[in-house]
């Protein structure tokens, strides 16, 4: 074969690939164009768009030249005004998700490090015996949770059989959402804490022993360092549902005192007048999810180079 017939050849060869490749991964980016891509900019159009002052309903504009700045100015003002109203609920969301992340992390890492290093080959059975109750809908798990809390639940029943008087645990606790958020969320958590953490060698923890460290040290020393990204990516998939839930809270409290930034936006979607503020406040959330999701494709890339 010449060398001219041999380029024609690899040329139709890549266009094939690149045919292959397309036709591959035309469903998820008809997925993405129809239900990520559309709908976002109908958020954009309705959130740059008009009131109407007769019937109270939105009027989405398509053209991005003639959006209007006025629901942003209202949302924003809300947030961070004189008055603000959704200052607090913001402070309240972060400092909630912040707890409960935590929380989180503390529960987590341990059964994940305990499956990983001591599971052996039950590893897999003990990860179903984790996960499995968590197969059944969030609803169904978070309406357990209220007969468990309820006034006359075993919660309190359990606090009587000590001589302590029953809690209403669902008048709007905090500790309550938290801990529904917890519940919510921490087996995502506890996967990706255990995926990381299966992968460190064993023979560099016991070079570490070898070189004299004690158990903490080489945990501080080798382990926790090690596992460092998959903190990231665990506090990441859970964080980001937290910051938008409004459903735990809902369920859990249901009052003003534990409301959160999803319940507000909820409630503004759920209301014709609102719904263009609703949909700004949706896209200010999502610009600040956007923050630790760019901070972590930094963070990620800067780990790949320092490996390699």
Aim: glycine share 8%.
């Amino acid at each position: 074969m010449t060398e001219s017939g041999y380029r024609a050849r690899r040329r139709e060869q890549r266009q094939q690939y690149r045919w292959f490749w397309i036709l591959l991964a035309a469903p998820g980016i008809l997925w993405l164009l129809f239900l990520f891509i559309v709908p976002f900019y109908a958020m954009l159009a309705i959130a740059g768009g008009k009131l109407n002052l007769i019937f109270e309903q939105p009027i989405a504009i398509w053209n991005p030249l003639q959006w209007s700045s006025a629901n942003l100015v209202k949302a924003w003002h809300d947030v961070a005004g004189a008055g603000a109203f959704d200052g607090p609920i913001v402070l309240r969301t972060i400092v909630y998700v912040a707890i409960a992340s935590a929380l989180s992390l503390v529960i987590a890492y341990p059964v994940a490090y305990f499956v990983a290093r001591f599971g052996g080959r039950r590893k897999g059975l003990l990860l179903v015996l984790l996960i499995a109750p968590f197969w059944i809908s969030y609803m169904m798990r978070m309406l357990a949770w209220i007969d468990l809390l309820q006034i006359n639940g075993y919660v309190n029943k359990a606090l009587a059989l000590v001589g302590l008087p029953p809690v209403g645990w669902l008048g709007g606790l905090s500790f309550t959402v938290i801990l529904g958020l917890v519940y919510g969320y921490i087996p995502y958590l506890i996967l990706v804490l255990y995926a990381g953490l299966d992968r460190i060698d064993p023979a560099l923890i016991e070079a570490g022993r070898d070189l004299g460290l004690g158990r903490a040290r080489t945990f501080i020393r080798v382990t926790l360092p090690m596992s460092r990204q998959a903190i990231l990516t665990g506090l990441l998939i859970t964080v980001l549902p937290m910051l938008g839930d409004y459903f735990t809270n809902q369920l859990l409290s249901g009052t003003t005192s534990t409301t959160m930034i999803g319940n507000v936006i909820d409630g503004q979607l759920q209301t014709p007048a609102f719904q263009a503020e609703g949909a700004v406040l949706s896209l200010m959330l999502l610009l600040v999810l956007t923050i630790p999701m760019i901070y972590y494709v930094f963070a990620t890339n800067r780990s790949s180079r320092s490996a390699t």
